[in-house]
């Protein structure tokens, strides 16, 4: 799993390659998090052409029983063409109390909903 920290924004990006496993990315997430327990306030950006095929609720589940909750409301875009990611996010609200989880197509959609300020003159989310 790939991972950018921007610090100016306070945003998390991870990139999930094509083929990796759930438990993989849960482990450099459970690393990255340990590490870095004050990302759990940050917006998080998460890439993933598909859910891994190994995943799981008890994935899901193990980062949850990790999180710090600081009382901030954050929230997760989940960037994907996965059609059933959106169930996945449903199961994240209740797991992540303090985290919005939402999908979309793109990175530039992504971006418009943690960051409203930067999107182009007129409001409108460009395709892409």
Known sequence: MLSHIDVPTQ???L???????????LEAAVKL????????DWDWIVEAASVPDD???HHIGSLARIQANTGRRARTVLVSEDRYLHLWARVMDFQFPNRAHSVVRSMVEARALIHPTLRPAGGQVPEG
């Open 11 to 13: 945003t998390l990006s």
């Open 55 to 57: 995943a799981s609720i």
């Open 33 to 40: 998090l340990t590490k870095r327990p004050d990302l759990w």
């Open 15 to 25: 990139h999930l390659p094509q083929g990796q496993s759930a438990q993989r990315a």
